[in-house]
């Protein structure tokens, strides 16, 4: 759990700084912001879902996982969980407090660092992966928080919550996540992550959130793979 406790701390200072910065700077230099920050979002998303060995499969999950999710109304119970923690903890921020947590938890989950990383600090003891997305995770929040407010901050639990747990259960998941599964669960991601980027630049306001059950979709399909004739 140590590089898991490392990781979310990374978030909290790295989202601090951002804080810092976001109330020093003008409107027009936060614009400049939100579009870098969109621009990078982008690329890191679309970096990620060209690791699919599966086009069908990435397809179906994220439209599949996009109508359960609109279903079971995934995105406002995430927006209403951040708005409890602003009400509770930060009643005066600035920003878009829920939007923040909501995009920040996201980002620092869905990619494939953090699982293979969870796997080799839960049974290996092998902390260099997770110290590795630690750092690139703290950079990445001061970017966000300088945009996006004190909801970054808060991902932080998120990360304690999901990483923790694969961490704790690393021993147990471990024999069924193959290299497939990886690939097709980083490509979810990376959609995911595209969304992110396009609700950053007001290209279109995507309901993130609601596509989240696409990566359960996904593990549906990699783990019937076998059974389908190709």
């Known amino acids: 759990m140590l590089p898991t406790f490392v990781n979310a701390a990374a978030v909290v200072v790295g989202s601090l700084v951002g804080i810092l910065l976001g109330r020093r700077i003008s ?3 936060r614009e400049i912001i939100y579009a870098g ?57 600035e ?28 049974v290996d003891h092998d902390y260099q992966l997770l110290f590795t997305k630690s750092v690139m995770d703290g950079f990445m929040a001061i970017l966000l928080a300088s945009a996006l407010g004190p909801g970054v901050v808060f991902s932080a639990l998120v990360i304690l919550v ?37 609700n950053l630049l007001n290209l279109r306001q995507i309901k993130t959130a609601n596509f989240i059950p696409a990566l359960l979709v996904i593990v549906v399909f990699v783990l019937v793979d076998p059974l389908i004739p190709l």
């Open 95 to 122: 920003g878009d407090f829920a939007y923040g947590f909501l995009s920040a938890s996201v980002l620092f989950c869905v990619g494939a660092m953090t699982i293979v990383g969870s796997f080799t600090a839960g």
């Open 27 to 29: 409107d027009s230099f």
């Open 162 to 198: 999901y990483q923790g747990s694969l961490t704790l259960l690393a021993g147990v998941v471990r024999p069924w996540v193959t290299d497939l599964m990886l690939s097709e669960i980083s490509a979810v991601g990376g959609a995911l992550i595209i969304m992110i980027g396009i």
């Open 37 to 93: 920050v969109g621009v990078f979002t982008l690329i890191i998303g679309m970096i990620m879902s060209i690791e699919t060995q599966r086009v069908l499969y990435l397809a179906l999950s994220v439209v599949i996982g996009g109508l359960l999710g609109t279903w079971w109304g995934v995105e406002n119970g995430i927006l209403k969980l951040g708005e409890f923690l602003k009400a509770r903890f930060h009643k005066n921020a």
